[in-house]
Antibody, heavy 115, light 107 residues
Framework: EVQVAESGGGLVKPGGSLRLSCAASGFTFRTFTMNWVRQAPGKGLEWVSSISPSGNYIYYADSVKGRFTISRDNSENSLFLQMNSLRVEDTGVYYC????????WGQGTLVSVSS | ETTLTQSPAFMSATPGDTVHISCKASQDIDDDVNWYQQKPGEAVIFLIQEASTLVPGVPPRFSGSRFGTDFTLTISHLESEDAAFYFCLQHDNFPYTFGQGTKLEIK
């Protein structure tokens, strides 16, 4: 069974940092593009970042470029999102999603940025 | 950047009804639109891929169509369990973009 599970969310002050993780199982992780998507409270969804299977190709939303870094460890079947210089508007639930078509999603991890 | 304009934002329907949710793209994105269902506290469910292909395991009451840059999700024979938030996604070009979403209420 395909599963992805996010962790690492929490409460952080503006300007702070967090590192999100996504643990994958039930599929050959190293062959799939992976993505981060977020959803502000009561709002719609926003694509954040994508990384190719080998990590050679990486894309970011303009809203996070230069502050967030996506990475992966194929030996550990894990995806990461390092979030620096966090802003209030980064608050939301962060989802990990599999493949370029975002076919499987986790249940998300909540990031709250507040003073 | 491709904008997806989704409508309506909210709709209320009765069991047995048929409803249509629209996503209009700001440019040609071929068939690269997916539809999803989201319920509170649950993982997002992938319903339709490539505009009109039903994802395995999804009830055939769900269907998708495309006319040019207009994409539609249709839910027939509505059931109470269909109450949810529905959204579209374009994965034709970066940045990927989503429709604003539709909250479907079942009376």
């Amino acid at each position: 069974e395909v599963q992805v599970a996010e962790s690492g969310g929490g409460l952080v002050k503006p300007g702070g940092s967090l590192r999100l993780s996504c643990a994958a199982s039930g599929f050959t992780f190293r062959t799939f593009t992976m993505n981060w998507v977020r959803q502000a409270p009561g709002k719609g969804l926003e694509w954040v970042s994508s990384i190719s299977p080998s990590g050679n190709y990486i894309y970011y939303a303009d809203s996070v470029k230069g502050r967030f870094t996506i990475s992966r460890d194929n030996s550990e079947n894990s995806l990461f999102l390092q979030m620096n210089s966090l802003r209030v508007e980064d608050t939301g639930v962060y989802y990990c999603a599999r493949d370029s078509i975002l076919d499987f999603w986790g249940q998300g991890t909540l990031v709250s940025v507040s003073s | 950047e491709t904008t997806l304009t989704q409508s309506p934002a909210f709709m209320s329907a009765t069991p047995g009804d048929t409803v249509h949710i629209s996503c209009k793209a700001s440019q040609d994105i071929d068939d690269d639109v997916n539809w999803y269902q989201q319920k509170p506290g649950e993982a997002v469910i992938f319903l339709i891929q490539e505009a009109s292909t039903l994802v395995p395991g999804v009830p055939p009451r769900f269907s998708g169509s495309r006319f040019g840059t207009d994409f539609t999700l249709t839910i027939s024979h509505l059931e109470s369990e269909d109450a949810a938030f529905y959204f579209c996604l374009q994965h034709d070009n970066f940045p990927y973009t989503f429709g604003q979403g539709t909250k479907l209420e079942i009376k």
